[in-house]
Every structure is written in C-alpha cells, then in structure tokens.
C-alpha cells in the first residue's frame, strides 16, 4: 500500500508540473521594424479581449456594481462632486441615483463639533459613497442595491491641504435600495463604539441565507474598515436586528503593509499628500470575497502582497464569547504572496477569486482548488482598476479611475486626463454572477 501510493503521488507531481509552464502570453517578436537586431518585447497584454463599455467625462468614479438588467451604478467619493451614487444613461452619462435629493449638497457634508472637524452624521442622504453590491431576488428581498456610505468626504482648506474629517454616527450607513422600485427600504447606521471616528467603509460581502450561524435568520453584511489611521479591521451587521460587531481589528493580517512602495505604470509611488511629508500609502485591509458556500472570507489589505482568509464563522463569534477575538486570530491563514498589492476584489460562480492589480494593470485570481495566483486580463488601458462587479451577463466590470494621478495623491496636482473608463472583460469557463448565498 505503501508502495503504490508514493508511485501515485510521484506521477500526480510529475503530471501537475508536465501542465504547469511560465505563461507567454504578451511576449511578442517584431520581425518588421528593420533593425539589425529584433529582441522580444512584452506588449502589456495578455487574456481575453477588454472592451470599452463607457466614458466618464464628470466624475471620477470608485465603486461599481451591474444590475440583472444590464444597469450599471457608480460611486464617486467626494469633497466638492454634485452627487455621490449615481447610474450610467449611455456611453458618455450618469445621473444622480435614486434622486439628486438623495445626495446632500457638498456645503453640508462636513461640520465642526467643539472645534473638531467631524462629517455629516444625516442618515437619509448620501454623504460620500464608497462601495456598491448587488444581491439578487431572494425569497424575502428584491433584487438589492446596497450601498456603502463612508459619512467621511474628504475635504479642502484654503490652501487645497486635503483632510478627512471624523466620522460621526449617523454618515456611516448601509442603505439597501429596491431595484424593483427605485427606493431606499432599509439604512443601517453604527455605534461609534463599532464604527470609529477614525473607521472608513471600504467594501461589503453579503450572505442572505436564513440558517447563516450566529445570525438572526435575515442575512448578514461583512464590511471593510480600511483605516487609513491605523485601526482597519471587519465589521459585521445583522440585517435582522441592525447590530453590528467588529472582528480581527488591527490583526497582522488586516494591516498595511510596513512603509509599502508599490510601481504604477513603471514609476515607484510614495505618497505625496499637499500639505504633508512625503509617505506611504496607509491603507489597511481593501478587498474581500466571500467563497460560494459562503464558508470562507478572503482578504487582502491594499499595501501588502499578501492574501490571506478565514472562516467566516470566527467573523460572526460575538463578544459575548470571551475568545471570539482570539479564535478569530487563531484561524486567520496566510495564503502567501500574489506579486503586487491587490485592490478590489471580485468571485464568480466557479470560485475563483478575482483580485484587481493596480501595479501590473491585470486582474489576477486565486484558484482555491490549486492555491496559487494566476494571470487573468492585462491591459495597459487598466491604469488603476478600482472597483469590479460580476453582471449576470459573465462579464467582469472594471471601474477604471488613474487614481495615483489625483491632486490628493500628487502633491496637488491633477495629471489624470479624462475619461475614466468602465472596461470588460468575458469570465473563464462560463464563470458569472455568484449567487448562491442569495435565496
Ligand atoms: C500582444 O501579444 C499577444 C500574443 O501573445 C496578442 O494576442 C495581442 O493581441 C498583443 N496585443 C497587442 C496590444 O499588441
Ligand atoms: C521572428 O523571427 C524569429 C527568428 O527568426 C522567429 O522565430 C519568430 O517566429 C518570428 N516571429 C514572427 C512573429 O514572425
Ligand atoms: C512592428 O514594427 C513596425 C515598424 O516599426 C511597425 O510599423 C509595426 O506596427 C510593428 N508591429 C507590432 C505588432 O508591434
Ligand atoms: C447622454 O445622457 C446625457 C444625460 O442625460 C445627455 O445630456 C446626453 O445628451 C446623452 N448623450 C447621448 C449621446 O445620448
Ligand atoms: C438630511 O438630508 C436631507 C436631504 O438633503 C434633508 O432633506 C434632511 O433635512 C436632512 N436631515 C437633517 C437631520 O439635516
Ligand atoms: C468643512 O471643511 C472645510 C475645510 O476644512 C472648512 O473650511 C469648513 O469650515 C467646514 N465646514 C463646516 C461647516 O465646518
Ligand atoms: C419598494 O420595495 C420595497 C422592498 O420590497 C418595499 O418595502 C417598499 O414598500 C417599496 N416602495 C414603494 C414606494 O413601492
Ligand atoms: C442553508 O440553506 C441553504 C439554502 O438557503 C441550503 O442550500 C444549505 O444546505 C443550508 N445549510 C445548512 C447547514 O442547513
Ligand atoms: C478556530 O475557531 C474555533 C471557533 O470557531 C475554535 O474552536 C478553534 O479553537 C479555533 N482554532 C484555533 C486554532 O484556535
């Protein structure tokens, strides 16, 4: 027995590698330029064909998320922008979402508390959104826009210095909208004793299941809280009850990575805010994916190379036991490097784990099935994938936004031109929308 199955295991090894080689993709040879010598070049391309889906002309865009229908939503961060939610009308257009009059108008979206600068804690308008995902048409639920709002613009001093003003409860909110109808149906709103003054909203995963352990039987939200401040961590929100708990907040693995200098489009980035010294860039824990029996969250903070998971049982473990936090950190698994710093992420039907890839203008995935990273799409027109969403149509969204090149980021300088972009690009193997955690 012992025999045979070491011979087994010699030929799985010699199979899997005799599969396995380094991908050429992109590497092309000009026979036609005429020089003496004609050296291989990589022509920043590889996978299937992007295709330009829409313009931005207005706003520089953030969040995504397509609808059953085909619409497509967008969020834009702000400061000074009109409207934060908004829906694409055509190739060159959004609007305001649900209404204008759901937006709050930018000279009341910050204010100051015993001389604190603090964000607008007004729960029936949006402040500045974030985040966008979609659940399908469950048994109890239309087909859901849930929103992410951070309560948290970033605004300007008379000098242009940018600063973001704490968040007071109230601004941070979670609004589910009806796509059935266009309207708001339920909002969240945090503790700041769960959502901190300092806390920023980055991203949310949902599980609508009923019989989801430690629930109240209505489903569940994961939210990201990327910190720039320091204290990142997942917060959790129980769709029956409204409360909401925090999980791994400053664990190792939700943190930034130590004084990260990432490469965008060849060139190393520090972080030069106007107004600040030189740095890095701050940003904890940034994309999660839940997998599709909704066992497992994946997770990366935004300046490291590591990807990382953990049962999500040890996510949804109350304070009530005393070793929820220490269970949690025990189970945390380092999955180890991918090759850059991820942004969003993305999962579709088969499994895989999409990761967008700022620094090499890609999207890669995770395949859990063989534990490691793999190439997906890369263009040299990704410069900066944000946001991503899966439409039922099988494709992958990319919100493309040339956020390094933002006054904020650039010592005050805006050298992004316009437009930004929505790409897509067609899923492998018949891959589209998750939705199994939706019934
Ligand atoms: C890059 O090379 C690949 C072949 O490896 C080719 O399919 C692709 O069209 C090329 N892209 C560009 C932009 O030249
Ligand atoms: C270019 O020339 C090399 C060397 O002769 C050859 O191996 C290669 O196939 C050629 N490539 C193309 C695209 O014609
Ligand atoms: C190859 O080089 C020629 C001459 O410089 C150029 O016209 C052509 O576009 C190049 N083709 C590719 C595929 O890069
Ligand atoms: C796109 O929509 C915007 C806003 O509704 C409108 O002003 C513009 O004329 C439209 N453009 C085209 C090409 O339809
Ligand atoms: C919140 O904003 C909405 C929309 O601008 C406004 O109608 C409402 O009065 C505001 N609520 C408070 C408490 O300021
Ligand atoms: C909003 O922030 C700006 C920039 O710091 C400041 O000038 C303005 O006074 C703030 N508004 C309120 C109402 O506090
Ligand atoms: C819209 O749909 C939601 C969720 O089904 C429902 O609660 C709400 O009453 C509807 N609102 C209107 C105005 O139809
Ligand atoms: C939970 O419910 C889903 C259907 O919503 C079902 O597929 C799954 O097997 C159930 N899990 C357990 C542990 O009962
Ligand atoms: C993982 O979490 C479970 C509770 O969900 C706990 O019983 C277990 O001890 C944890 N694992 C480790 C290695 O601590």
Known sequence: MLLHSCVAAITLASAALAQEHISTAGLIQNNSTGASTRLRYDNGTYGPEIEEVHYYYDQWPIGISVASDGRIFTTYTRGSYVYTLGVVVNKTAEVPYPSAALNLPPDELNTTWHGIPFGSGNASAFISVQALYITSKTSTRPETLWVLDTGRPTVHNAQ??????YAQPGGPKVVAISLANDTIYQTFTFPASVHYPDSYFNDLR???RANVSGTSGHGIAYLVDSSNE???GFIMLDL????????LSEDPSVLRGAENVPVYQGHPFYFRQKGSAAG?????LDGIQLTTDGKTMYYSPLSSSYLYSIPTVNLRERDTNPLAEINAHANVSNHGQRGGDANGFE????GLIYQLMPTQNAVFYYDVTDGQTHPFVRDPRIVWP?????GADGYIYLNINQLPYQPDWNNGIDLRQHPGAILRAKLPNGGTKATSLYT
């Open 347 to 350: 999962g579709d039907s088969n």
């Open 280 to 284: 890095w860039q701050l940003e904890g």
């Open 160 to 165: 242009g210095d940018p600063s973001m003003p």
């Open 386 to 390: 944000d946001g991503a969403s899966i």
């Open 230 to 232: 320091g204290r990142p």
């Open 240 to 247: 029956g009850t409204g409360e909401s708990w925090r999980r």
């Open 206 to 208: 949902f599980d609508l």
